[in-house]
């Protein structure tokens, strides 16, 4: 088991390309069984994440091909029909072969998700979307059984915008007869890049960004080269990084408008930030962070809950008292019992966290226990007096790539070790 090394205090100074976005890329790359043709997915992240959907696609019997960051996936020979249950639970977002694979095949079979163990995280809205769409599905013993005739457009009104239903919807949506309309769709990033991807292969799909998306059938796709935008979740913890080193940073390759709430918190605590032309973001921290009234995590355009974890970590040494409130995920502070070994002095109640600053962090063990609570402690250790050791990394190697080369071209005291040692 490989573990990060950190020793503490050295400040984050310099520049750092952001990887192209893990959340866009993954149904990107599931949408690219619908076309049945060729799909080159550039500026994709080599992350688990995406290792793991590769693993997917070929089980399925598509041909993938990684070079450096760009992915071709030929889905011509795609014939399986069911999803191997192993690469299921290895990755929540692998649900989002649903859609896809309900269109291309008219059957599929499966089971629930695995991913990061951030709360309930049930999948009845992309069940029951699917199924205003025409297919139906049965549920028994761990196995989820779809099958239609035909995929029929039709009217879909979410409960809540789920990114993942939405997207599940607008991928069975592009191959079925006469036109749906999604209400209350996510309005994240990732769905306009769905949208502008799908678009691109010859799909009819319109409203991305706003709550209503519109999708007119079509009967085929072609082929496709499509090039995926920054990360704004990883541009947001780099940012987080600087921020609580006392740092200055420029990250670059990413869309300032994605990360506007994130870079309106960085603001309130005192950081001067500064959006250069297009893809270009500047931060300079002051010597001690201030704490910020309140921050809700909300759907986009509000604070993302993929941002949660590393505000609260730099909020754990600003000068004050800051309440979070986690509103979309009910088990996303399992973090904080780690940064509470390293001297972090925060208190849950129901979905809010009470952090109040500390002047500094203690280095320790602490143990990664999912994907971005694991960025955080990273990033307490960055601050921290003396040596910290994170384990569970692989958690944190599903989204970041080269994280600890990235950090260590910033100035961070950081290496990988091996435990087998
Ligand atoms: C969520 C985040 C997304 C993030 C991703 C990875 C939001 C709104 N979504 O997307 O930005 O990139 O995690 O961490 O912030 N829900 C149901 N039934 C369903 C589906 C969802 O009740 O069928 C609920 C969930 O329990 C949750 C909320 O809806 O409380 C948001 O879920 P959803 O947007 O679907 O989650 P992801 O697609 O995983």
């Known amino acids: 088991m490989s573990t990060y090394w950190i020793n503490g205090g050295k400040c984050l100074r310099g520049e750092?390309?952001?990887?192209?976005?893990?959340?866009?890329?993954?149904?990107?790359?599931?949408?690219?069984?619908?076309?049945?043709?060729?799909?080159?997915?550039?500026?994709?992240?080599?992350?688990?994440?995406?290792?793991?959907?590769?693993?997917?696609?070929?089980?399925?019997?598509?041909?993938?091909?990684?070079?450096?960051?760009?992915?071709?996936?030929?889905?011509?020979?795609?014939?399986?029909?069911?999803?191997?249950?192993?690469?299921?639970?290895?990755?929540?977002?692998?649900?989002?072969?649903?859609?896809?694979?309900?269109?291309?095949?008219?059957?599929?079979?499966?089971?629930?998700?695995?991913?990061?163990?951030?709360?309930?995280?049930?999948?009845?809205?992309?069940?029951?979307?699917?199924?205003?769409?025409?297919?139906?599905?049965?549920?028994?013993?761990?196995?989820i059984v779809c099958r239609t005739d035909r995929l029929t457009g039709c009217e879909i009104d979410l409960d809540f915008p789920s990114v993942g239903a939405t997207e599940n919807i607008m991928l069975a949506a592009v191959l079925a007869e006469g036109r749906t309309i999604i209400r209350n769709a996510a309005r994240e990033p990732e769905i306009v890049e769905l949208q502008n991807y799908l678009n691109s292969m010859g799909a009819k799909i319109s409203g991305a960004s706003s709550n209503l998306i519109k999708i007119d059938g079509v009967e085929h796709l072609q082929e496709t080269k499509y090039r995926v935008h920054g990360d704004r979740i990883v541009a947001g913890t780099y940012l987080c990084a600087a921020a609580i080193t006392g740092g200055e940073i420029t990250i670059k390759g990413v869309i300032p408008e994605y990360i506007r709430s994130t870079l309106h918190k960085l603001q309130e605590m005192n950081c001067v930030v500064k959006v250069i032309g297009e893809d270009s973001v500047y931060l300079k921290a002051p010597q001690r962070l201030r704490a910020v009234n309140t921050i809700k995590t909300m759907p986009f355009p509000g604070f993302p809950t993929d941002m949660q974890s590393q505000i609260v970590a730099a909020l754990s040494v600003a000068d004050g008292t800051s309440i979070v409130i986690e509103n979309i995920f009910e088990n996303r502070y399992k973090y904080i019992s780690e940064l509470t070994k390293m001297g972090a002095k925060i208190t849950i109640e129901g979905k809010t966290a009470i952090v109040k600053g500390t002047k500094k962090l203690l280095g320790a063990t602490v143990e990664a226990k999912d994907l971005r609570g694991g960025a955080a402690l990273v990033l307490a250790g960055l601050v921290a007096e003396g040596y910290t050791t994170v384990e569970g990394v692989t958690y944190i190697e599903r989204g970041y790539e080269n994280f600890v080369e990235n950090l260590r071209n910033l100035g961070a005291s950081i290496e990988i070790r091996d435990e087998r040692l």
């Open 16 to 143: 750092v390309e952001i990887q192209g976005s893990k959340n866009a890329s993954l149904p990107i790359l599931a949408g690219s069984i619908l076309s049945g043709k060729k799909s080159v997915i550039e500026n994709c992240p080599i992350i688990r994440d995406t290792i793991v959907m590769k693993d997917l696609l070929e089980e399925l019997g598509c041909k993938v091909a990684i070079e450096e960051n760009c992915f071709t996936i030929d889905s011509s020979q795609c014939d399986k029909e069911e999803i191997p249950s192993e690469l299921m639970k290895e990755m929540r977002s692998s649900i989002i072969l649903m859609g896809a694979l309900l269109a291309r095949h008219k059957r599929l079979v499966l089971t629930y998700p695995g991913g990061c163990e951030i709360g309930a995280r049930p999948i009845d809205l992309h069940l029951n979307g699917l199924r205003k769409l025409g297919a139906e599905i049965t549920e028994s013993h761990g196995f």
